[in-house]
């Protein structure tokens, strides 16, 4: 019996998707539940998996077509065996190719998303315990390897050639439907607003002595969860927010949609482009909360298993460009949010404190806002209000 592989239900916001990777050739055999093909989205990447066990009979839509909801993309024959190539009904090899049958059987351990990660990593796949079944190596157990370097050593592989006579190597790939579209709505950004930064300085040193004073204490108290800047950021923006509701509000239209409540986005980096996760109703999740649920965030963009629903909505963003080293940025807006505060490095630097000159660990803030929506001097006030309550976090607690 043969059963349609159909494409997953798409929100309305995503009109369409492009098949990405097939991991099946027709004719392989397939287990249900098995990863059958990925599916890039504007926003997320969906993984197709088997409806039955079985052999894959059919693929009728191949790597960079587009497929809507619930399209049928390919087809499998439940309960067949796959049928026997001329290799495997050709008598045993001899003990001298040993190695090589070795090989595959190491390579048939592997699920076929664990197989293009090892691939990706140049990773020794003998070195890599499997917790699947028969022993078999998932793409978590892969993971788990990266995670820890000593686990899998890279495997040997011949390097290229290098080209003589000074020759120069030029690559072209096709943009992913994900860049492409964060592309597209950078440039929208940046041709359709009113777009202006404001800037300012903060002292981090109080904020980094509560870190110091109890970072183990509230790592031991909330289950290995770990204090980190961000959620100090994120509470005293949630505060600046509620005084000038102007920065968390966006346009539609010719109207201003005021919200009452603070969804803060918040960009995280990832293999395939730049994503914004949402913490939803931000005002009543603790410092431990917003730390676990960003920790999760980056750990789902980098395993590309953000859901659509993570990334939709949110009134205002947080772009934290010091992780990387940045010392002084200009975030762009995320439409149809009007604002977006830019993190960067801590930097010691000389300051003037009280008539002396100290040595501060410094960082510069960067504000980007919609002058159609919002004046200079909201802008410049909400700054000094993030800078205010981070370089005296007592005020957080007593929200004054």
Known sequence: MSIEIKAPTLPESVPDGTIATWYKKVGDSVSRDELLVDIETDKVVIEVVSPTDGVLKEIIKDSGDT???????????????????????????????????????????????????????????SSISGTGKDGRVTKEDVLR?????????????ASAPIPQSGGRIEERVPMSRLRAKVAERLLQATQTTAMLTTFNEVNMQPVMDIRNRYKEQFEKTHDGVRLGFMSFFVRACIEALKRFPAVNASIDGDDIVYHGYQDIGVAVSSPRGLVVPVLRNADGLSLANIEKSIREFGEKARDGKLGIEEMTGGTFTISNGGVFGSLLSTPILNPPQTAILGMHKIQERPMAVDGEVKILPMMYLALSYDHRMIDGKEAVQFLVTVKDLLEDPTRLLLEI
Request: glycine residues 2%; without cysteine; negative net charge.
């Open 67 to 125: 497929i809507v909801s619930n399209e049928a993309i390919g087809a499998v024959e439940a309960g067949a065996a796959p049928a026997k190539s001329e290799a495997e009904s050709a008598p045993a090899p001899a003990a001298s190719e040993a190695p090589a049958v070795e090989a595959n059987a190491n390579d048939s351990l592997l699920s076929p998303a664990a197989k293009k990660l090892v691939e990706e990593n140049n990773l020794d796949a």
């Open 145 to 157: 390897a990266l995670e820890s370097p000593q686990a899998a050593a890279p495997a040997q592989v």
